[in-house]
């Protein structure tokens, strides 16, 4: 069974497009309620390159991550879908949903994936489908399954520190990226994809923002509940956050927040690293009696050298 979930380093080498077509499969609606957070990493050696030459991978990875904004929406239930048709090969959904960290790695080394599902299509084609939430498998092994068909939910399985499905695509036993099958690394826009339809390069952006009372923690923030819609009107602060992923060194989050008589406050942040997640927070605290009642708009704005490349808007009732 163990060798079904092997992991194997190799890319392959100029695979025919038309032998295998892919859905995207996650049902949630990309740049909106969901993101790709990570690509497969075509750098051979200890760099990382996804297969733009951007940064959005890391050392070695072997798939592509379908995101979740936060952990809310994998507790809502995001349906993990079949990417082609095939037959079920192999199949996981005992281990517990939880933030991989070293206190853990020991319980679920030689168990990476998680809970997830194998599927054997045409010609040495498989996919494999990783870090599904505990008790959502629907699928055995033996099951032939179509395109779009559910297998389960994204969950927090195996070795993750976030809800995502990790898919990885792979023939006669070699890693393919479904964006540039042919193993391209000029940096160009590949002209063979496995995909069924466009899914854009997005190379960073923002991934939820909110109000709160205070500056919230981060676990609160990855777990969706910092988010306020509503504040008294003799809250101690206003103070609005962001999370991002895929930031560059010089990159800008610009927060700002109007109410009912005008501008509260407005702010750039320079981020001074490249990280795979970030989260950032503004605010001002009360300074009078109470804040004015009404509703206040926020406003948060990713730029990279100059352009805005994301933008989001909030609001929260104070009353």
């Not at 949630?28 to 959005?56: A, K, M, R, W």
């Not at 070795?159 to 193993?183: C, E, I, M, N």
């Not at 339809?197 to 969706?224: C, H, K, M, N, R």
């Amino acid at each position: 069974m163990r060798a079904l979930w092997a992991i194997v380093l190799t890319l392959a080498a100029q695979p025919a497009a038309s032998d295998l077509v892919l859905h995207q499969p996650v049902d949630c609606v990309l740049g909106e309620t969901c993101h790709i957070q990570n690509y497969v990493d075509h750098n051979p050696g200890p760099g990382v390159s996804d297969f733009t030459c951007g940064g959005l991978s890391y050392d070695g990875h072997k798939g592509t991550d379908f995101a979740l904004p936060t952990q809310l929406e994998m507790h809502n239930g995001v349906d993990v879908l079949a990417a082609a048709p095939g037959i079920v090969r192999a199949v996981r959904d005992t281990m517990t949903d939880q933030l991989y960290t070293p206190e853990n790695s020991a319980s679920i080394a030689g168990q990476e994936c998680g809970n997830g599902v194998l599927i054997a299509h045409a010609d040495g084609w498989e996919t494999q489908y990783c870090h599904m939430r505990l008790g959502s498998v629907v699928v055995k092994s033996g099951d032939r399954v179509e395109t779009g068909d559910v297998l389960g939910e994204i969950g927090l399985s195996g070795k993750t520190q976030f809800p995502h499905l990790h898919l990885s695509v792979r023939q006669d036993g070699r890693v393919v990226d479904p964006f540039a099958p042919d193993g391209a690394t000029d940096c160009a826009v590949p002209q063979q994809e496995l995909w069924d339809q466009d899914i854009t390069y997005v190379p960073g952006g923002l991934t939820s923002a909110g109000f709160a009372e205070g500056i919230p923690g981060y676990d609160a923030v990855l777990a969706g509940t910092a988010t306020r819609t509503t504040l008294p009107t003799d809250a101690n602060a206003l103070v609005i956050f962001a999370l991002a992923f895929g930031s560059q060194q010089g990159d800008v989050i610009y927060m700002e927040i109007h109410g009912p008589e005008g501008e509260v406050l407005s702010q750039e942040i320079v981020l001074e690293k490249a990280q795979a997640q970030v989260y950032r927070a503004t605010g001002r605290r009360l300074t009078s009696a109470q804040w004015p009642a009404g509703t206040y708009r926020g406003e948060v704005a990713m730029l990279r050298d100059g352009a805005e490349i994301s933008r989001k808007t909030v609001s929260v009732d104070i009353r």
